[in-house]
Structure formats: structure tokens, C-alpha cells
């Protein structure tokens, strides 16, 4: 008998706990929305983030929490929020609203593959709601406009790709077409030893310049012999004897007249 007793207040206790967490919880979940009402977004994620440590079974704490941090733009951990909701639940309208979000916060990452996926899976509980059908159409169309871009760029890597590679052989070509110039004039240089006709150039100039150093005799040139000059000279006058002689050096080198005449 005593030990009924017992064992009925230990649960009495236990219940009594478990409403005081569930009160706690609720408590939480309440706060949270009254911030997240007030666009209180921050304040809104601290309140739901102490009400999932509470009960992280709870579809409402994550699903609360992964709107709050869609609104701050926190997509990515929004999304995890949603996906967790999603396992957690077996409520049509819940599973739903959760895979509606995750392919709202998808889009907003802007990636329309993902979001398609999304609403598609929210369609199976709720294939006539209007703003999942809406905002599929939405993802369809800007995936389709991601997926031309992409191509696009692709198409002008390819054709950059193209014309770098174009340039290159024009490069090795002109190269070997330099080469094989080179190696023509090479060919057509005349037989020989370059140094041994320098060195034979140089033989003729020092056989000039030894020409040029030697000293000419100017009276060389149309020189009268001695016996006919001494024959002019004697039948000359005194003034004709000078004019001869003149006349003698007339084709001779010039030099200064010496102050001695030597006749």
C-alpha cells in the first residue's frame, strides 16, 4: 500500500514537470513570435534558438527559428531549420509550409534548381495552393535565365579558348618561318674565309698607304735632259736665262723660292 503511494507521487511529480517544460516552451515559442510580429527578427532567432535547445522534437521551435533567420537573411542556416521541421512532422500543411520556405530561402540564394525541387515537394501535400504553384513558376523561369547565362559565358570561354590558341600557332609559325630565313641566308653566303679576305683588304690598304707615304720628286715629271738645258742657257741673255728656268720648273712641284740663285 505504501508503495503505491509512492510510486503515485513520483508521478504525480513527473507529470508536473514535464508541464512546467511544455509551459517553458510554449512560454518561448510565445515570446518569439510576439518579437517576430514586431519585425524584431534578431531578438525573434535568440528567443526560438533557447526554445529548440528546450525540445529539439518540436516542429514549431525550428520552424519558427527558420523564419526568423530567413528575415535576417541568413538563408543558408534557415534552410537547415526547415529541414529539420520537415522529419520532425507528419502534419500535410506543416510538411508544406516547411518545404515552401526552404524553396523561398533557396531562391533567394539564387539557386532555381533547388527551389524547383522545393515547391515541387510542397505540391505532394498541397498541389492546389496557388503560391507554391506561383513562385515554381518563378524558380522555372529564373533557373532557365541562369542556365542561358552559363552557356553564354561558356560559349565566349570556348571562343577565347579558340582565338588564344589561333595566336599561339601564328606565333610558332612566324617562328619557324624566321628560322627557316635564318637559316637561307645563312646557305647563301659565298665560300670562303672572311678573315683571309679581310686580311687581304688589308694587305691592298697598307700597300697603298705605303704609295701615298713614299715621296715623289715633282722634277721627275718632263725633266729636260742636262746637256740641252746647258745649251738653252748659254745662248740666253741674262734676263732670258731666268725666264728659261721658270719655264723649265714650270710643271714641277712648287716650293718657296730661295734667296740664292744656284746658275
Known amino acids: 500500500m505504501l508503495r503505491k503511494f509512492f510510486v503515485h507521487i513520483s508521478l504525480f511529480f513527473l507529470g508536473l514537470i514535464a508541464v512546467k517544460a511544455q509551459e517553458s516552451l510554449n512560454t518561448l515559442i510565445f515570446r518569439g513570435n510576439r518579437s517576430f510580429d514586431k519585425q524584431k527578427y534578431g531578438e ?17 521551435a525550428h520552424y519558427n527559428l527558420g523564419n526568423s533567420l530567413y528575415k535576417i537573411k541568413k538563408y543558408d542556416e534557415a534552410i537547415a531549420e526547415y529541414q529539420k521541421a520537415q522529419k520532425i512532422t507528419n502534419n500535410k500543411d506543416e510538411k508544406a509550409a516547411s518545404y515552401y520556405n ?79 630565313n635564318k637559316n637561307n641566308n645563312t646557305k647563301n653566303q659565298p665560300n670562303g674565309n672572311i678573315g683571309d679576305q679581310n686580311k687581304g683588304k688589308g694587305n691592298q690598304g697598307a700597300e697603298k698607304q705605303n704609295q701615298k707615304n713614299e715621296p715623289q720628286n715633282p722634277n721627275d715629271q718632263n725633266k729636260i735632259p742636262k746637256d740641252l738645258q746647258k745649251l738653252i742657257l748659254q745662248r740666253s741673255a741674262n734676263q732670258e736665262r731666268e725666264t728659261a728656268k721658270k719655264l723649265l720648273n ?3 712641284y712648287y716650293s718657296p723660292e730661295s734667296n740664292t740663285k744656284d746658275w
Do not use: M, R, W
Not at 525573434?44 to 514549431?60: I, L, R
Open 102 to 180: 526552404e524553396g523561398n530561402a533557396h531562391l533567394q540564394n539564387g539557386d532555381g534548381e533547388k527551389a524547383v525541387n522545393a515547391y515541387k515537394n510542397a505540391l505532394k501535400f498541397d498541389p492546389d495552393n496557388e503560391a507554391i504553384l506561383k513562385n515554381l513558376q518563378i524558380a522555372k523561369k529564373k533557373q532557365k535565365q541562369k542556365d542561358n547565362k552559363q552557356n553564354q559565358q561558356n560559349q565566349q570561354q570556348n571562343q577565347q579558348n579558340n582565338q588564344n590558341k589561333n595566336q599561339d600557332n601564328n606565333q610558332n609559325q612566324q617562328g619557324d618561318q624566321n628560322h627557316e
Open 44 to 60: 525573434a532567432t535568440s528567443t526560438f534558438s533557447e526554445a529548440v535547445k528546450k525540445n529539439e522534437k518540436d516542429f514549431g
Open 250 to 252: 714650270k710643271n714641277g
